[in-house]
C-alpha cells in the first residue's frame, strides 16, 4: 500500500521542480529585456533632449533671418526711394545719357592714352638696360648690377671697381665701364641722371672726410667729374648726392652685406615734366569736347625718349 501511494508524489516532485525551472528562465529573460528597454528610454531620452536643442538654436536662427529680412526690406525700400528721386530729378533736369556715355568714352581713351605713353617710357628704359647690358663684359657685370623699377633705370656699381679702397679717387680700373656708361647716357639725351653714394656701416678714417656721408657725397662727386671732364657729358643733366650708411640694400652684420652696401647708383629718368603736365590736365566734358585726334596725340606725347 505505502508503495503504490509514493509514485504519485515522485511525479508531483518531479514536477514542481521544472516548473521552477522554467520559471527561473523566463524571470532572467524578462530581467534582460527589461534592462535593454531601460537603456533604449535612456537613449531617447538623450536624443530627445538633443532634438530639442537643435530644434531651439533652429527656432533662434528662423528668428534672426526674419529679423534681418526685415531690415534688408526696409533698406530696399530706401534704396527704391533714392531710386526714384534720382529718376524724378534726372527727369526733371532732363539729362542727356547720350552725353554722360560719351563722357565715359573720352575718359577712357584719355586714361588709356596715360597708359600707352607709360608704356611707352618703360619699354625704352628696358631697351637702354638691355643696351648697357650687352656691351659689359663677364667681369663687369660681376661688379655692375642694372635693374629697372618702375619705369627707372638703376646702374649700381660697386666700390671695389671704381675706387681706390679708402679712397674717393677714381680708379684706373673703372675708366672703360664709365667710357660704357657714359655712352648711354649720351645716347639718350633726354634723360636726367643722379649719381648717388652709398656706404656701409664702418666708420671712415681720412683726415679729410669727417664720415660716411662726406665719403658718400665725395664719390658721386667724383663719378660725376669723370663723366663730365673725361667723356663729355653735360653737367645740366647730373646730380651728384650721397645717402652715407642709411640705403642699405643687405644686412652690415657680415662682410658680403658691407660690400653690397658699398656702391654707387646711377638713376637714370626720363624728364616727364610734360607727361606730369598731361596727367594734371582733366579730359574736358563739355558738349562739343573731344579727346585729341592721333596726329594731336602724337604730338603732345612726343618727349623723344
Not at 516532485?13 to 534592462?35: F, M
Not at 524724378?88 to 584719355?110: C, F, H, M, P
Not at 653714394?197 to 681720412?206: A, E, M, V, W
Not at 650721397?242 to 640705403?247: I, L, Q, T, V, W
Request: glycine letters at 4%.
Amino acid at each position: 500500500m505505502m508503495k503504490r501511494s509514493s509514485i504519485p508524489l515522485l511525479l508531483i516532485s518531479a514536477l514542481l521542480i521544472s516548473s521552477c525551472g522554467v520559471k527561473k528562465k523566463t524571470y532572467l529573460a524578462l530581467e534582460t529585456q527589461y534592462k535593454e528597454l531601460g537603456q533604449k528610454y535612456h537613449q531617447s531620452q538623450m536624443d530627445l533632449t538633443a532634438s530639442q536643442a537643435e530644434v531651439k538654436s533652429l527656432e533662434e536662427q528662423l528668428q534672426q533671418e526674419r529679423e534681418n529680412n526685415s531690415s534688408l526690406r526696409e533698406a530696399l525700400a530706401r534704396l527704391q526711394g533714392t531710386l526714384d528721386n534720382s529718376i524724378n530729378q534726372n527727369t526733371q533736369g532732363n539729362v542727356n545719357i547720350s552725353k554722360l556715355v560719351d563722357e565715359i568714352n573720352a575718359s577712357n581713351r584719355y586714361i588709356q592714352h596715360l597708359v600707352n605713353t607709360k608704356q611707352k617710357s618703360d619699354s625704352l628704359n628696358m631697351v637702354l638696360t638691355n643696351n648697357l647690358t650687352r656691351s659689359l663684359s663677364q667681369e663687369e657685370m660681376r661688379d655692375v648690377d642694372v635693374q629697372v623699377l618702375k619705369g627707372v633705370v638703376y646702374i649700381s656699381l660697386s666700390d671695389n671697381m671704381l675706387y681706390k679702397s679708402g679712397s674717393y679717387e677714381i680708379s684706373a680700373r673703372a675708366d672703360e665701364t664709365l667710357s660704357k656708361i657714359a655712352k648711354i647716357i649720351q645716347d639718350y639725351r633726354e634723360y636726367d641722371v643722379l649719381i648717388e653714394g652709398n656706404t656701409d656701416t664702418d666708420p671712415i678714417s681720412q683726415p679729410n672726410i669727417r664720415n660716411n656721408w662726406d665719403l658718400s657725397t665725395l664719390r658721386a662727386s667724383s663719378v660725376v667729374q669723370a663723366l663730365q671732364n673725361t667723356y663729355g657729358v653735360d653737367p645740366k643733366r647730373m646730380t651728384a648726392g650721397g645717402r652715407g650708411e642709411y640705403n642699405p640694400i643687405a644686412s652690415n652684420n657680415t662682410a658680403e652685406g658691407k660690400s653690397r652696401n658699398r656702391r654707387t647708383q646711377i638713376i637714370i629718368t626720363p624728364k616727364l615734366d610734360q607727361f606730369m603736365e598731361l596727367i594734371d590736365k582733366a579730359p574736358e566734358t563739355s558738349e562739343n569736347a573731344e579727346m585729341p585726334n592721333q596726329a594731336d596725340t602724337a604730338s603732345t606725347s612726343n618727349f623723344d625718349f
